[in-house]
C-alpha cells in the first residue's frame, strides 16, 4: 500500500468558485478560494455554518464541479475530468470520514475496513485490514457489527476504511461532531498520528475550536470567502476568529 500517495503539494485550489443562488437573489457557496495542503499536514477548515466548508470539501474530492478556477489533485487537474477520472483518483487518491461513520451495519468491523475498497476494485489483502484495525487500536473487535462498538470505536473503523486503499488525502467532514469529549481526543490524536506515520495530508472541516487547534493550521471561511490562515492559533483565539466573523 501507499505506492501511489504523491509527496509535496497534495491538493491546490486556485481562484475555486461554486456559487448557489438564494430566492432573496443572492448567492452562497465558494468564492475565489486559494489554498494548498501538503503531504503529511493536518488542516482544519472553520467557519460559520453556511460558510462554505462542506462545499470546498466536495469540490477539492471531485463530488462537485467548481464554476470557475483550478483544483489540482496528486498533480492531475480535476476540475474538468471526466466521471471515469475522477472515480480512479477518488479511489486511489482520496479517504472520507464522516460525522455520522457511515458503516455498513451488517458487516463486521473487519470488512467494513476491506469491503468497500475490494468492492470499488481495489485488490486489499485480509492481513493490511487486520494490521489497520490494530493501529486503531481496535485489534479485540474485528468481529463486532457497528452496533456493537461505541461511537468512537466506530469512527476509528471508518478511519481504518478510509486510509485502506493508501490515499494521500483524508477528508474528515466533522468528524468529532458526535462524539463526547474522550472519544473526541482519542480520534483527534489518532488522526495526527496518522498524518505524521503514513504522511497523509488529513483536512478536517470543523466547527469546534477544540480539534481546530490541534491541527497544524486552520483555514477560516466566511461567507465563501478564505479570510484567514491561523497557526498555532489557541481555542479560543481560533473560537474569537470564526465565531465573531459569524
Ligand atoms: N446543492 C446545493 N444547492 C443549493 N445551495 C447549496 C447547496 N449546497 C450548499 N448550498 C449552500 O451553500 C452554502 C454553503 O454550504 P456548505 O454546506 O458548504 O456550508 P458549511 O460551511 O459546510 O455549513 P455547516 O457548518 O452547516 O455544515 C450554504 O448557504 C448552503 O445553503
Ligand atoms: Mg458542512
Keep these: 500500500m501507499g505506492d501511489r500517495r504523491c509527496s509535496s503539494v497534495v491538493l491546490r485550489l ?3 468558485c ?3 443562488g438564494r430566492p432573496g437573489g443572492e448567492q452562497s457557496g465558494l468564492r475565489g478560494v486559494c489554498a494548498q495542503f501538503e503531504a503529511g499536514t493536518l488542516a482544519a477548515v472553520c467557519g460559520p455554518s453556511g460558510s462554505g466548508k462542506s462545499t470546498l470539501l466536495m ?3 471531485g463530488l462537485t464541479r467548481p464554476a470557475s478556477g483550478t483544483i489540482e489533485l496528486c498533480g492531475e487537474r480535476i476540475e474538468a475530468a471526466s466521471e471515469r477520472q475522477l472515480t480512479r483518483i477518488r479511489r486511489d487518491q482520496v479517504g472520507f470520514v464522516f ?3 457511515q458503516l455498513i451495519e451488517s458487516l463486521t468491523a473487519l470488512e467494513n475496513i ?3 475498497a475490494r468492492l470499488a476494485g481495489r485488490r486489499i489483502p485480509v492481513e493490511h485490514a ?3 484495525l490494530e493501529q486503531v487500536g481496535l485489534s479485540g473487535r474485528a468481529e ?3 452496533a456493537e462498538l461505541s461511537g468512537g470505536e466506530q469512527q476509528r473503523v471508518a478511519i481504518a476504511r478510509a486510509l485502506v486503499a493508501g490515499p494521500s488525502l483524508l477528508f474528515a467532514d466533522e468528524p468529532t461532531g458526535a462524539l463526547d469529549g474522550a472519544s473526541r481526543e482519542q480520534i483527534l490524536a489518532l488522526l495526527r498520528e496518522v498524518t505524521r506515520a503514513s504522511g497523509v495530508c488529513v483536512v478536517v472541516v470543523t466547527h469546534d475550536p477544540v480539534v481546530a ?3 497544524d493550521r486552520v483555514l477560516v471561511l466566511v461567507d465563501g470567502v478564505l479570510v484567514e490562515e491561523l497557526t498555532g492559533a489557541s481555542r479560543d483565539e481560533i473560537a474569537r476568529r470564526t465565531v465573531a466573523r459569524a
Design 14 to 16: 486556485r481562484d475555486v
Design 99 to 101: 460525522q455520522n461513520f
Design 213 to 215: 487547534e490541534s491541527a
Design 18 to 20: 461554486r456559487l448557489y
Design 144 to 146: 463486532h457489527r457497528p
Design 130 to 132: 487486520v494490521r489497520l
Design 59 to 61: 469540490c477539492a474530492a
Design 114 to 116: 476491506y469491503l468497500p
